[in-house]
């Protein structure tokens, strides 16, 4: 991964791999659910699953590093900490 978990772990942080990836098909390998919102099902539900896998590793205390090839990853990354934050009591900022 051109460095990244090195550089992770060079800045004192304990690296865990998650060994289980989200696999979301690739539209080429996948209908078209609508036009105008191709491959919703498959975005919204590989999104669900990563918002709930980032909301579990807040709370395990773990810093949650997610790495995709799509900007999609961003909705399930956010709603999982936005998940972890509400229920902590606590605001959340996003930068």
């Given at each position: 991964?051109?460095?990244i978990r090195e550089g992770i772990a060079g800045l004192g942080h304990?690296?865990?791999d998650d060994p289980q990836s989200i696999f979301v098909p690739i539209r080429?390998?996948?209908?078209?659910?609508d036009q105008?919102?191709?491959?919703?099902?498959?975005?919204?539900d590989g999104c669900t699953r990563l918002a709930q896998r980032v909301e579990l590793a807040k709370q395990e205390g773990d810093?949650?590093?997610?790495?995709g090839g799509?900007?999609?990853?961003?909705?399930?990354t956010i709603a999982g900490?936005?998940?972890?934050?509400?229920s902590a009591g606590k605001t959340?900022?996003?930068v």
């Open positions: 991964m051109a460095g304990d690296i865990r080429e390998r996948s209908h078209p659910y105008k919102l191709r491959f919703l099902p498959e975005i919204v810093l949650p590093v997610v790495m799509d900007h999609a990853i961003a909705i399930g900490l936005a998940s972890y934050y509400r959340m900022g996003v």
